[in-house]
């Protein structure tokens, strides 16, 4: 505390043209010490004169200490506490909806009123499609924990809600007819329940550009493949085009549906046949919005949710 009095006084009463290694060297402290003191009492001095501390990146900055990615470390721990408690609240929050299919108005609210600000304060890279580092975020198996349209009729819409942007994708002209069920999806048109014990999974394998969406029902297995490419409208925006779809039954018989796709590809002139918009994505945690309006939220653990 004596040092810190002593170097202050000095600062003061020296010329605005002193440094605070000039500050250091004439008070003959041991350099690695003063230099942090010293530049923390010059920054402080020169805030209108008072005592506000710079902001722990800022002070980093400041004295050289840390390259530019341990200064980025820093700023993502700060934000890091917030951003845990969000998503432990939004888990608890969809757990027992059995998917979204039980939850209710109220309890979609709160849901979307998460989502969002975790979508706006920590939104992807612009890149996430694009770089092949960033893309790797997005590789491997994840369950599908919540479905639910983005927007609720029973409450009035928030002027804050999102809003696609192009979604029909121009002359692709993709359907964006809204889909209103809760706790289940469409895969490659197909109704499929996604409630209850239901595992449904999305597998990006980007090694060899291809998307799977699998859904495991009473009767068997759903299957539906597919690859993707960026939108050029959304860059985290993934346009789809589904290639495959099978549904092996339990009793050893699989229903191979793929031609049903080719000849919708045929009539309408191009199988890019909806999208998949990827609004936050961390290291266990997944959230996306679709072309018809559904919101998807997947983990990377299977067990994250409560059924």
């Known amino acids: 505390k004596d040092e810190i009095k002593r170097l202050t006084a000095h600062i003061r009463t020296h010329s605005e043209r002193e440094t605070p290694t000039s500050v250091c060297d004439k008070m003959k402290y041991n350099p690695s010490t003063t230099k942090i003191i010293a530049a923390l009492l010059f920054s402080a001095v020169q805030l209108n004169d008072a005592f506000n501390f710079p902001s722990i990146p800022a002070f980093a900055k400041l004295v050289g200490g840390g390259n530019k990615a341990e200064q980025q470390g820093i700023a993502k721990i700060s934000s890091s506490p917030l951003l845990e408690s969000q ?34 304060t920590y939104p992807p890279s612009e890149n996430l499609l694009s770089d092949p580092k960033e893309i790797q975020k997005l590789d491997g ?17 928030d002027e804050d809600a999102w809003k696609p942007k192009e979604a029909a994708e121009g002359e692709i002209n993709i359907d964006t007819k809204r889909y209103e069920a809760k706790g289940s999806i469409q895969a490659a048109g197909i109704p499929v329940d996604t409630s209850g014990n239901r595992v449904t999974t999305q597998s990006f394998d980007i090694a060899q550009g291809i998307l799977i969406n699998e859904s495991k029902q009473d009767f068997g297995t759903v299957t539906i493949t597919g690859t993707y490419r960026q939108s050029d409208n959304v860059p985290n925006r993934a ?3 589904f290639l495959t779809a099978d549904i092996a039954l339990n009793i050893g018989i699989t229903l191979k549906l793929g031609f049903l796709l080719a000849i ?14 990827t609004t936050y994505i961390g290291e266990d945690m997944r959230i996306g919005r679709g072309n018809k309006g559904t919101l998807f939220i997947l983990t990377k653990d299977a067990d994250a949710v409560k059924p």
Do not use: C, H, M
């Open 239 to 241: 346009v789809v085009t």
């Open 141 to 157: 198996v994840w369950y599908l924990q919540y479905t639910s349209p983005s927007d609720i009729e029973e409450i009035s819409a």
């Open 264 to 277: 919708r590809a045929f009539l309408k002139g191009t199988g890019e046949v909806g999208w998949l918009e």
């Open 87 to 120: 998503k432990k609240e939004l888990l608890e929050t969809i757990s027992f909806t059995k998917n979204g299919k039980d939850a209710s108005p109220q309890t979609q609210a709160r849901v979307l009123s998460l989502v969002r600000e975790i979508e706006q």
